[in-house]
């Protein structure tokens, strides 16, 4: 079966841009800011539960700011109430409200409260009492990561570089998050003059990254610059599109800002150790925490660019895209990732349910980037998933023509012209298509099925065909469009039993798709299982399948009644 269509390549891959290692994050047992039980009626401040529940349904609703208004009027009620001031605190501090540091202040247990405290003191320029409450942080859960990086980080904004240094010395020999760890020396020593060791902790990191990520290449890069080797700069940045091709669209604006300090001061420090463990959190789907560290990285530096990227990150995946765009909203279009930015605007705009919007913003993104591929090749898949194929075509024809040369990382561009062209009846150029996708990455399970799903729905190449969904389903063995392509071309090949094994695994996997149901109803056909292919064609109808996969299935429900009085002579006019 083909893969539904969906902005695919337009999901922003933020966890490639963000200064985080692999290693894993050590677990803290319960979360200390995570939302606490509801009350039941038998709670002595039930008669509280009026502005208690809406707060909680408005933060499932995340709407956060509404929420964190609510609990703030039940805590008016109920001011010694400590699951209200949690409550109360966590919805503040996730929505960014100042009212956060007030309740904070009643949460001596809450390590988010307390590192929320600490942050007002570092803002402030109280450097030894925001040292003081970072040391004063229990060693287990997020702080166990971050208080080193804290702890050095308020050291240095008191200017002691040494100190600074040393606090973080015993922790560039570890494991875990070792990467980070010395990154942060580098910059410390960066910030504090001492060239020779920055030199040395700057190379020593990204050895141990081992590819340069957003923020490590503008870090590495702006050291070079300010060392004078512009040239070297440049082709770091210019390496660091490898992994994160999404930003190719900033690269010269990223090569004139190349000198700038990523971290200017100390207070920036902070804000990236947040982001570093958020982004590792995000990797591990711990996104609660993951919006707590934002929060707090925010808080400290507003215009944090890649931790904006990591909440809107956060709230798409969630569902949330008006949420998303909210958290981009601050970025302002002089920042150098601003058709970044714009891009990932235009995305969550189709997203959140205005597809025109979406596509006259990549209009004017297209006009003031001519030469790039991105804003048409977003538009090719805007237009797709509107059904527009002929249209999503032409701008894929037009993103191919601007890319260059196709390199290995292209495939996905060959593979949705493909798509378009194929749903708009243009057979010889979508099979070029899969082909120069498949020559440029050979396994690419989604190329491996959409090709051989089509040969077989031809009953053309089918050995090969299978093969190919053979390899993909090697890949993804649990994805139920290819297994359903696998049935299908087994059932083009006659092995009708085999068909049926590998159709009802890929309909247990994907119950409610249409064309699966469909295709379990012919291979039932085909068994002489005649009720029951008559239940999963009428089942396949229920499940909104494709338009021109209605008369198809209302053809094979006539031939079936047909078939009680006739049973041997519309077995194979029903499978078609």
């Known amino acids: 079966m083909h893969h539904s269509l969906t902005l695919r390549r337009t999901a922003f891959l933020a966890l490639s841009l963000l200064s985080a290692c692999a290693a894993g994050v050590p677990g803290s047992g319960a979360d200390p800011s995570a939302p606490v039980t509801p009350r039941t009626s038998a709670d002595p401040t039930a008669g509280n539960a009026g502005d208690y529940l809406v707060g909680r349904f408005a933060a499932t609703q995340n709407d956060l700011p509404y929420a964190a208004r609510e609990f703030a009027a039940a805590l008016a009620r109920e001011p010694g109430d400590p699951e209200l001031q949690q409550q109360a605190f966590l919805a503040s501090l996730l929505s960014g409200s100042p009212a956060a540091l007030g309740f904070a202040k009643s949460q001596p247990d809450n390590q988010a409260a307390q590192l929320l405290l600490a942050d007002a003191d570092a803002k402030a320029g109280r450097w030894s009492e925001a040292e003081a409450r970072y040391a004063a942080l229990p060693h287990d859960g997020m702080s166990q990561v971050l208080q080193p990086m804290l702890v050095a980080w308020a050291q240095q904004g008191e200017g002691h570089t040494d100190a600074a240094l040393a606090t973080l010395k015993p922790f560039l020999e570890g494991q875990r998050f070792r990467a980070v760890y010395t990154l942060h020396a580098a910059l410390i020593a960066d910030l504090g003059g001492n060239s020779t060791e920055a030199a040395r902790l700057y190379k020593r990191a990204q050895a141990d990254y081992g590819s340069l990520n957003l923020q490590l290449g503008r870090m590495i890069a702006s050291w070079q610059a300010r060392q004078g080797d512009v040239d070297d700069a440049r082709q770091t940045l210019k390496s660091m599109i490898d992994t994160s091709p999404d930003v190719a669209i900033a690269l010269p604006a990223l090569r004139q800002d190349v000198a700038q300090r990523q971290v200017r001061n100390a207070t920036d420090g902070l804000a990236e150790a947040y982001l570093a463990l958020a982004a590792a959190l995000r990797s591990q789907d711990s996104n609660e925490f993951a919006l707590v560290l934002l929060q707090l990285a925010l808080d400290v530096r507003p215009d944090l660019t890649a931790g904006r990227l990591l909440l809107a990150d956060i709230m798409d995946a969630r569902g949330h895209a008006d949420a998303a765009l909210a958290a981009l909203a601050p970025i302002h279009d002089s920042d150098p990732l601003a058709g970044v930015i714009r891009l990932r605007r235009a995305a969550l705009t189709q997203r959140a349910g205005d597809a025109d919007a979406a596509l006259r913003m990549l209009t004017q993104i297209a006009h003031d980037y001519p030469d790039r591929s991105e804003p048409p090749s977003m538009e090719g898949d805007i237009l797709r998933i509107k059904r527009r194929f002929a249209d999503a075509a032409v701008a894929y024809d037009h993103a191919i023509a601007l890319m260059g040369p196709p390199m290995p990382g292209s495939w996905p561009l060959f593979y949705d012209r493909g798509v378009a062209l194929e749903r708009s009846h243009q057979w010889p150029r979508a099979e070029a298509d899969f082909l120069k996708a498949l020559e440029l990455s050979p ?33 993804r063995p649990n994805d139920g469009a290819i297994l359903d392509s696998l049935g299908w071309v087994i059932l083009r090949q006659g092995d009708v039993a085999k068909a049926v094994q590998f159709l009802e695994r890929a309909t247990e996997l994907e119950p409610e798709d249409a064309a699966i149901n469909g295709h379990l109803g012919d291979a039932y056909w085909a068994a002489g299982r005649k009720l029951e292919a008559e239940f999963q064609w009428r089942r396949s109808l229920n499940l909104n399948p494709e338009p021109e996969d209605v008369p198809k299935l209302q053809a094979k429900l006539r031939d079936s009644e047909q078939a009680l009085h006739m049973p041997m002579q519309p077995v194979q006019k029903a499978v078609q």
């Open 443 to 475: 396994d690419q399970p989604m190329v491996l099925n959409y090709l051989g799903y089509s040969w077989a729905d031809q009953s053309r190449n089918l050995p090969r065909a299978r093969t190919m969904i053979e390899r993909a389903a090697e890949e």
